[in-house]
């Protein structure tokens, strides 16, 4: 047998001439432009959200002068008023007012109101007046204001009514104090939250036009 020759090692090659080229730099992702509003744009979103405020509270009052029109039980009456007066207001100011008072159309109507409302308008509506004028004099920091105001009168009345006429009990029920304010609290709170949106709304525009005018060569 013959032995099979050893291998011969072989030596590495040189790389010492070869140059390494550095990779290119990755090319950026491009980057999606906002859209620049025109001043028409702007005009005419300005003009449709106005069209839609003022509809929106003709047919919150309709809503309620149909609801004030129809007999019904005086403790949904009392919610449908307040609460209804409440979120019309936030379509414009006079909207509330005159849902304010639709709460006497009831006496117009083919079939009297109940007798309670002999009570509950003067009451309630006095209460829900001088809501409306706090509610009108600032932005959402007056509303928990209207809201101890609205609620002080009615449970004031409620405790020390009877002592002024022992007749005026109506105050004092419970069943009248958890709806009146249970209406309040819900007009009032969507008016925050939307009083808060709108802010927040504004900030973010007031920011955008800032960049707009940035971005706009000279």
Known sequence: ??????????????????????????????????????????????????????????MTVLALAYFMWTPGEWSNLLLVWVLLTLLSDEFGGWFGYIGLALGGLGYFSPEP??????????????????????KHS???????FAAVLYAGVL???????????????????????????????LGLGFSFVRQLTGIIYRAVLRRQARQDAGSVPA
Not at 6 to 34: F, H, I, K, N, W
Not at 113 to 134: D, R
Not at 177 to 182: M, N
């Open 1 to 58: 047998m013959t032995d099979r020759p050893e291998p011969t090692p072989t030596s590495p090659p040189d790389l010492a001439g070869v140059t390494v080229e550095p990779q290119a730099p990755a090319p950026p992702l491009p980057t999606r432009r906002r859209r620049i509003r025109t001043p028409a744009e702007l005009r005419h979103r300005g003009q449709f959200l106005d069209f839609l405020r003022i509809f929106g509270g003709i």
């Open 113 to 134: 109101p109940p007798a309670q409302w002999l009570v509950i308008l003067p009451l309630v509506g006095g209460a829900l007046f001088a809501t409306l004028l706090i």
């Open 138 to 144: 600032g932005g959402p920091l007056v509303l928990p």
């Open 155 to 185: 449970l004031a009345v409620g405790r020390y009514g009877t002592k002024i006429d022992p007749q005026l009990t109506l105050p004092a029920n419970a069943t009248f104090q958890r709806t009146a304010l249970l209406a309040m609290g």
